[in-house]
Nanobody, 124 residues
Framework: QVQLVESGGGLVHTGGSLRLSCVVS????????MGWFRQAPGKQREVVAATSWNGDETYYADSVKGRFTMSRDNSENKAFLQMNSLQPEDTAVYYCARTTGGLVRITDSEYAYWGQGTQVTVSS
């Protein structure tokens, strides 16, 4: 059974930083691509970042390029999202997700497993 658990969310001021973590249980974590998504109130869920099975290829949404960095540690079945220079518009519930393949995917319909989400709130 595959389970994903996020942590690291919280309340920060504009310009602050947070590091989200996602622990994935289940077999063969190191052959699957991972992604981070977010959903703000009243908005659709959107991809923030996604990385391939080995981390060699990573996609970033334009809105977070240069501020967010996604990484993964296949030895510990973990994925991370380092978020710097946070802005109020980054406020959302952040989810990590796992695909069923190894290549980068950026639409949520291509992800089979999801965490419960962690709230990130950026105050102005």
């Amino acid at each position: 059974q595959v389970q994903l658990v996020e942590s690291g969310g919280g309340l920060v001021h504009t310009g602050g930083s947070l590091r989200l973590s996602c622990v994935v249980s289940g077999p063969l974590y190191n052959i699957y691509a991972m992604g981070w998504f977010r959903q703000a109130p009243g908005k659709q869920r959107e991809v923030v970042a996604a990385t391939s099975w080995n981390g060699d290829e990573t996609y970033y949404a334009d809105s977070v390029k240069g501020r967010f960095t996604m990484s993964r540690d296949n030895s510990e079945n973990k994925a991370f999202l380092q978020m710097n220079s946070l802005q109020p518009e980054d406020t959302a519930v952040y989810y990590c997700a796992r695909t069923t393949g190894g290549l980068v995917r950026i639409t949520d319909s291509e992800y089979a497993y999801w965490g419960q989400g962690t709230q990130v709130t950026v105050s102005s």
